[in-house]
């Protein structure tokens, strides 16, 4: 057990050795949040208002609706981020040699992942500081309850990262694959719309988003900033954080990789 907690120390000291070392990296995560709540909120307030949904107890101004999903935007980008550097790392030949250590596959990778979840929530809290001087109160047992839906969420994320990244060989297409999963996972689920909203124009637009699992980390931190516990939306982030770290534990099998190189 020692060395299963010594790896894992060292993985996240990496990881956040370089997000400390990038800074353009924390900024970036900051600053495309704050462009949605400060200028698209703005612009749609007066079109898309909100009424009284749970778990808010009235009506609610739109920069307070899409807070949550901005969090969860800081994640997205975070955990597929994280999973950009895993495929540098197999170019470079570190991670392959990771993956063959003593210790087992799955422990590594989760380790990974915890480390890049840490990075997502520490940018999350910083993002929920600046939200707040623009005037978006929230209640003070939020700022602590939505720790563990962060964690959740950013696990569940990441490990979807993870899968994706388990199946590009090549750092080049990596950028491409982003854009076609992280916008239709982002504008396709309840962090820009209710979707009661979205069934009045789109019934299938809501049965498609009502299936996307970004919807339910959504929907977990934004009950857990009002101190309320969504249990369907618990129940789907958890089953879908183990339906991907499974494929991702089994697309890093370097074994299976070792085939294909060889065009087996």
């Known amino acids: 057990m020692r060395a299963w907690l010594t790896a894992m120390l060292a993985i996240i000291t990496r990881e956040n050795l370089r997000f400390v070392r990038q800074r353009g990296r924390f900024l970036a995560a900051l600053v495309r949040p704050l462009v949605w709540l400060i200028v698209f909120a703005a612009g749609f307030r007066a079109a898309l208002g909100v009424s009284i949904i749970p778990p808010y107890q009235t009506y609610i101004t739109y920069e307070v609706y899409i807070l949550p999903g901005l969090c969860g935007m800081i994640q997205l980008f975070n955990g597929m981020q994280s999973s950009l550097s ?60 939505v720790l563990p839906a962060l964690l959740l969420s950013g696990l569940m994320l ?91 534990v089994w697309g890093y099998d370097p074994a299976r990789a070792m085939l294909r190189a060889r065009g087996r």
């Open 86 to 145: 895993l495929v540098y790392d197999q170019e470079m030949g570190s991670m392959r040699l990771l993956l063959t250590s003593p210790l087992p596959r799955w422990w590594l990778l989760f380790s990974k992942l915890l480390a890049g979840v840490i990075v997502s929530i520490v940018q999350v809290m910083v993002f929920l500081g600046l939200a707040a001087l623009t005037g978006i109160d929230l209640p003070l047992l939020g700022y602590v309850a």
């Open 158 to 248: 990441g490990a979807f990262g993870l899968l994706i990244s388990s199946t590009i060989r090549q750092l080049e297409n990596f950028a491409g694959v982003m854009n076609f999963v992280i916008f239709p996972m982002f504008f396709l689920s309840s962090a820009l719309y209710p979707l009661w909203k979205m069934a009045e124009s789109s019934p299938l637009l809501r049965d498609i988003c009502a299936y996307n699992p970004f919807t339910y980390a959504v929907e977990l931190i934004r009950f857990a900033l009002y101190g309320q516990l969504n249990l369907e939306a618990l129940a789907w982030v958890s089953a879908c954080f183990v339906v991907f770290m499974l494929a991702a």
